[in-house]
Nanobody
Framework: VQLQASGGGLVQAGGSLRLSCVASGRIFTIDDMGWYRQAPGKQREWIATVGSGGNTNYADSVKGRFTISRDNIKKTVILQMNSLKTEDTSVYYC?????????WGQGTQVTVSS
């Protein structure tokens, strides 16, 4: 079982990016899916989570700007990031509880320039 993240890149402040993370392998159940981020020299920060039923939760720092969603058929979680700020610059990691175990994807770099 693995998670593959994609969609990072360089964008100007005020711009948008869309991150995707797809789960693959021998999967029976996927519960919560979500995203964290970690900037250099800082602790990993929780960003958003979407439950299996579609309920969502967001960190205050991204509420109103980021939208998390999932496609259960495609086993994918999406993070739509709008109105990006320079402080959003970080490595973004997806996670998912798959077959009752927590899995992490590799990070994808998001850089927001001023």
């Amino acid at each position: 079982v693995q998670l593959q993240a994609s969609g990072g890149g360089l964008v100007q402040a005020g711009g948008s990016l869309r991150l995707s993370c797809v789960a693959s392998g021998r999967i029976f159940t996927i519960d919560d899916m979500g995203w964290y981020r970690q900037a250099p020299g800082k602790q990993r920060e929780w960003i958003a989570t979407v439950g299996s039923g579609g309920n969502t939760n967001y960190a205050d720092s991204v509420k109103g700007r980021f939208t998390i969603s999932r496609d259960n058929i495609k086993k994918t979680v999406i993070l739509q990031m709008n109105s990006l700020k320079t402080e959003d610059t970080s490595v973004y990691y997806c996670h998912a509880r798959i077959n009752r175990g927590l899995r992490w994807g590799q990070g994808t770099q998001v850089t927001v320039s001023s």
